[in-house]
């Protein structure tokens, strides 16, 4: 067994916990025009999907899970949709200041295409949406700090 020695952000006790597995890549169940989707992020700070692919027109299913056990104002994650060239620092830098809005900025809705609310760890959340032009999005956590590590690609294919 491998064990690995993690420290987190945002003032957390530093953990001692298996090391995670590698990162795979999702497979919606499509129940004709809905993508179901379920994605992790835990205490190490980690997505456990780093692509997600979809097809256009389908109604996405997409539902959070914090698998970890740290509070929300610890070690919060959400998951946010960004538009197509939108940089993801620069929405990350204004989301640090919106801890009254889930870390989600107000004056950058245009930038994001959907987004969860900000989970604790042992909580999940589940929302709707269609699925944009077909492209390559990224997605993120915007819990300070953790875009770097907590980000994706989202992709929307040709039916």
Same mark, same amino acid.
């Not at 919606?28 to 456990?48: L, S």
């Not at 389908?58 to 070690?75: D, I, N, Y």
């Not at 809005?101 to 042992?122: E, F, Q, R, S, V």
């Not at 944009?132 to 997605?139: H, I, Q, S, W």
């Given at each position: 067994?491998t ?7 945002g003032g957390g006790?530093a953990t ?10 999702s497979?919606p169940e499509?129940?004709g025009d809905?993508a179901e !989707? ?6 190490m &700070?980690?997505?456990?999907? *780093? @692509?997600?692919?979809?097809? %256009?027109?389908? =109604?996405?299913?997409l ?9 929300k ?5 959400n998951?946010?949709l ?6 993801k620092?620069?929405f990350a ?6 801890v009254?809005n889930?870390? !989600?900025?107000?004056d950058k809705?245009?930038? &994001?295409?959907?987004?969860? *609310? @900000?989970?604790?760890?042992? %909580?999940?959340? =589940?929302i709707?949406?269609d699925?944009?032009?077909?492209g390559d999005?990224?997605?993120i956590c ?9 980000t994706?690609?989202?992709t929307?294919?040709?039916?």
């Amino acid at each position: 067994m491998t064990m690995a020695f993690f420290a987190s952000c945002g003032g957390g006790e530093a953990t001692t916990e298996q090391a995670p597995q590698q990162v795979q890549q999702s497979e919606p169940e499509a129940t004709g025009d809905i993508a179901e !989707i379920t994605i992790e992020g835990n205490d190490m &700070m980690v997505y456990d999907l *780093k @692509t997600i692919e979809v097809t %256009e027109g389908q =109604t996405v299913k997409l539902t959070l899970k914090h698998v970890g056990t740290m509070a929300k104002e610890v070690m919060g994650h959400n998951w946010v949709l960004l538009n197509q060239g939108v940089d993801k620092a620069s929405f990350a830098g204004a989301a640090i200041t919106a801890v009254d809005n889930d870390y !989600i900025p107000a004056d950058k809705a245009g930038d &994001m295409i959907a987004h969860t *609310k @900000t989970l604790g760890g042992g %909580e999940e959340t =589940t929302i709707e949406f269609d699925a944009p032009a077909v492209g390559d999005y990224e997605f993120i956590c915007s819990f300070p700090g953790h875009y770097a590590m907590m980000t994706g690609i989202f992709t929307v294919k040709a039916k």
